[in-house]
């Protein structure tokens, strides 16, 4: 046990990985906590995203992963600091929530990979299956950090946006979470849970959706007020427009907006963070190279 910055930091032993714990000093567990991750935590980390692209290239399930991992972490508040990415959507309580229709299928599809890989707890696996369904199809290299603590706690229903409002509502919604305009012109596509496409193609990662709202009324694609918001909004507006024109541009500030999303009310060690970014990008150029000649 040692104190910095007035505060205890307390540390054990499992499963020969040390992991340290950020307590109060009376002693009561805040909700950002921290995780010292050893060597083979770090090397389960690498397994399960292996697991994680077989699996969701093979059953083409890209999206609800994607979904899982931002319904998990999209309940987060900055004021209370409670919620976020804590692995809790997968209480019965939780994943029943109107908002979060249907994720149990991606819950048990999740059971698969969190069967071989046991150490893994299930905040990270969650927000790990999100990344990889990112880059999975075609989207951007999204920096994943592991230590993230699992929670069996569940906030109240009506945290997550309600695609049947308007700006206001998100604006509301994506603050309570400690993010900007911005993020919400990076990242409403994937969040609403309602059924039907957003675009020609829903298992390719591209700024098409942006595209298609500029074009007003797109035959049998899906357009709800939520949607119709980004291009009326002045302020939402003026991000559908770059990245209409910029799918780089797209790609760039959808990874920084995906990572600080599913990093919520989790604080990464800046050591670890330096330490395992190399190694996990290069993981993830590997896992895509094994992935695409398997498929060949």
């Given at each position: 046990m040692s104190v910095v910055g007035g505060r205890v930091w307390v540390y054990e032993q499992c499963s020969a990985n040390w992991k340290g714990i950020l307590l109060d000093r009376?002693?009561?567990?805040?909700?950002?906590?921290?995780?010292?991750?050893?060597?083979?935590?770090?090397?389960?980390?690498?397994?399960?995203?292996?697991?994680?692209?077989?699996?969701?290239?093979?059953?083409?399930?890209?999206?609800?992963?994607?979904?899982?991992?931002?319904?998990d972490a999209g309940t987060y508040d900055a004021k209370t600091k409670t919620g976020g990415p804590n692995g809790s959507i997968r209480n019965e309580a939780e994943y029943k929530h109107p908002a979060n229709n249907g994720l149990k299928i991606a819950i048990d599809l999740c059971e698969e990979v969190k069967a071989k890989h046991q150490k893994i707890t299930y905040a990270d696996l969650y927000q790990l299956a999100g990344v990889v369904a990112v880059e999975v199809t075609g989207g951007p290299t999204i920096d994943f950090i592991p230590g993230r603590k699992d929670s069996m706690i569940s906030p109240e229903e009506g945290r997550l946006p309600d695609a049947n409002k308007g700006?206001?509502?998100?604006?509301?919604?994506?603050?309570?979470?400690?993010?900007?305009?911005?993020?919400?012109?990076?990242?409403?596509?994937?969040?609403?849970?309602?059924?039907?496409?957003?675009?020609?193609?829903?298992?390719?990662?591209d700024n098409s959706y942006f595209?298609?709202?500029?074009?007003?009324?797109?035959?049998?694609?899906?357009?709800?007020?939520?949607?119709?918001?980004?291009?009326?909004?002045?302020?939402?507006?003026?991000?559908?427009?770059?990245?209409?024109?910029?799918?780089?541009?797209?790609?760039?500030?959808?990874?920084?907006?995906?990572?600080?999303?599913?990093?919520?009310?989790?604080?990464?060690?800046?050591?670890?963070?330096?330490?395992?970014?190399?190694?996990?990008?290069?993981?993830?150029?590997?896992?895509?190279?094994?992935?695409?000649?398997?498929?060949?």
């Open positions: 009376d002693g009561d567990e805040p909700a950002i906590r921290r995780r010292w991750c050893g060597k083979e935590y770090v090397k389960e980390i690498e397994r399960a995203r292996r697991d994680l692209r077989a699996l969701i290239s093979s059953k083409n399930c890209a999206p609800i992963m994607l979904r899982l991992a931002w319904h700006a206001s509502h998100l604006r509301n919604v994506f603050n309570r979470m400690g993010l900007s305009d911005q993020d919400i012109g990076r990242a409403h596509r994937e969040r609403s849970g309602f059924e039907g496409p957003w675009t020609r193609d829903p298992l390719k990662f595209v298609e709202l500029l074009k007003g009324d797109s035959g049998g694609l899906l357009k709800l007020p939520t949607d119709k918001a980004l291009v009326e909004d002045p302020e939402f507006r003026k991000y559908v427009n770059l990245y209409a024109k910029d799918e780089e541009a797209f790609f760039k500030d959808y990874a920084a907006s995906h990572k600080r999303l599913s990093e919520l009310g989790f604080s990464p060690l800046s050591s670890l963070a330096s330490g395992l970014k190399k190694t996990l990008t290069a993981v993830a150029v590997a896992a895509t190279l094994v992935v695409e000649l398997s498929m060949k």
